[in-house]
Nanobody, 123 residues
Framework: QVQLVESGGGLVQAGGSLRLSCAAS????????MYWFRQAPGKEREFVAA???????SYADSLKGRFTISRDNAKNTVYLQMNSLKPEDTAVYYC?????????????????WGKGTLVTVSS
């Protein structure tokens, strides 16, 4: 069982930046693909970014250039750097983990989820 704990959310003005962190309990963290999803009020949870065990990254098309995902396998932590934030980025951001080599952006394919951290962007 992998436990994921997100942190770093909060209130920020439009144009600002935040860095989210997700700490994993599993010592084999490096073998998991790590993902960020988000869920805005009244909307479905959507894919944000992913980083494979190899370090390769993928992003939602609408977020490319503003968000950056990274991982530190020595610290069992994945990060999401969010720049030039907009009010429409307001959401609960969830960290997720998926074992194996297959890559997916489907939330139903994730093996483990964190409880989320709230990001609020004011205009």
């Amino acid at each position: 069982q992998v436990q994921l704990v997100e942190s770093g959310g909060g209130l920020v003005q439009a144009g600002g930046s935040l860095r989210l962190s997700c700490a994993a309990s599993e010592r084999t963290f490096k073998n998991y693909g790590m993902y960020w999803f988000r869920q805005a009020p009244g909307k479905e949870r959507e894919f944000v970014a992913a980083i494979r065990w190899s370090g390769g990254t993928s992003y939602a098309d609408s977020l490319k250039g503003r968000f950056t995902i990274s991982r530190d396998n020595a610290k069992n932590t994945v990060y999401l750097q969010m720049n030039s934030l907009k009010p429409e980025d307001t959401a609960v951001y969830y960290c997720a983990a998926k074992g194996g080599l297959a890559f997916t952006t489907t939330r139903g394919d994730m093996d483990y989820w964190g409880k989320g951290t709230l990001v609020t962007v004011s205009s």
